[in-house]
């Protein structure tokens, strides 16, 4: 199976977000990411570093993970920035 | 206080400010329109890709100053200007950013694959920019100074290939390589037109194909970024 790329894994975790109605604790979050803890914990700091994703604490006081405006940016634009360094060779 | 000469329009600067400006714009619309991907992605290569792109704006500005300066001082040889060493200086800010605007594409081509090196790497080409500008400002021999572009050109070329080979097995085959050399190639001739005194007709061809390649990449940047 392919390695996937540090973009690619950062869109993963997005999109894993995005498809769970936007809210999704981190441990199913995790489980779904398909990666080991250290490499996750290492790319949730990352994705919150850049104001992707943001945690909010929810009615029960569950906190959950959820997409910013920057992160939706970042999904869209996912595709064009891939065939961008591709063209590129980059 | 006077104007500058009429000469300076007859011996060509006029065109060749013109073409700089289009070079300059065309940089830095290559860089503008790449800054959101780059903040989205951090991705290193289009770091070093668009700010590749900023330094050749820098030293094409510095390129067409070299010119004025030629036609102002009516020499055609930028070394030949003993005005408080500026003709020295105003080279060397141009032969340090050129060189390091061909290091930091070959860069953004291979900094992936250098992972983990990538400073020792950025430092060896940041000094031996510095190392070339010095040798070019202080032999002042047409000879030393067309080896070391060659020097810059085989380092650029080689870097192209390398990266290119790895790229080879991609379902897409983009054919960009061929343009890097282009850009290449004919930045070399514009560094070796500085010193070396070309026909006026010589000078033209090299500006119109730098154009034309200039033109070509920020075509396809402007298509692939969606900034068209």
């Not at chain 2, 400010?17 to 289009?46: N, P």
Request: charged content about 20%; hydrophobic content about 45%.
């Amino acid at each position: 199976m392919k390695k996937r790329g540090r973009l690619e894994i950062i869109k993963d975790i997005l999109k894993i977000i995005q498809e769970n109605r936007n809210s999704i604790r981190q441990t199913p979050l995790l489980r779904k990411a398909n990666m080991s803890s250290s490499k996750f914990k290492e790319y949730f700091r990352e994705l919150l570093e850049k104001g992707f994703v943001k945690e909010t604490k929810g009615n029960s006081g569950e906190k959950t993970v959820t997409l910013t405006q920057k992160g939706f940016d970042f999904l869209e634009r996912y595709k064009t920035i891939v065939s961008f360094i591709d063209e590129f060779e980059l | 206080m006077a104007g500058p000469p009429i000469h300076l329009l007859l011996q060509g600067v006029g065109f060749e400010l013109i073409y700089s400006f289009v070079i300059i714009m065309c940089s830095l619309m290559i860089y503008y329109s790449t800054k959101e991907m780059y903040e989205l992605s951090s991705d290193k290569g289009i770091k070093y890709f668009r700010q590749s792109f900023l330094l050749f704006a820098i030293a094409y500005f510095f390129k067409s100053f070299i010119k004025v300066l030629l036609a102002y001082f009516g020499t055609s040889r930028i070394l030949d200007i003993n005005l408080k060493y500026m003709g020295s200086i105003t080279l060397f800010i141009f032969m340090f950013f050129g060189s390091l605007a061909v290091f930091y594409l070959v860069y953004s081509l291979m900094c992936k694959k250098w992972n983990g090196k990538s400073k020792i790497i950025l430092g060896v080409f940041y000094l031996l920019s510095v190392l070339i500008s010095f040798i070019i400002i202080n032999t002042r021999e047409v000879g030393v100074f067309i080896g070391t572009s060659l020097f810059i050109l085989a380092i650029a070329i080689f870097g192209i290939y390398i990266t290119h080979k790895q790229n080879k097995d991609k379902k897409k085959k983009s054919k960009i390589h061929l343009i890097y050399t282009l850009l290449f190639i004919f930045w070399i001739l514009n560094i070796i037109e500085v010193l070396v005194n070309f026909t006026y007709l010589y000078q033209i061809l090299i500006s119109l194909a730098s154009l034309g390649v200039f033109l070509a990449i920020l075509y396809k940047v402007l298509k692939k970024s969606g900034s068209n």
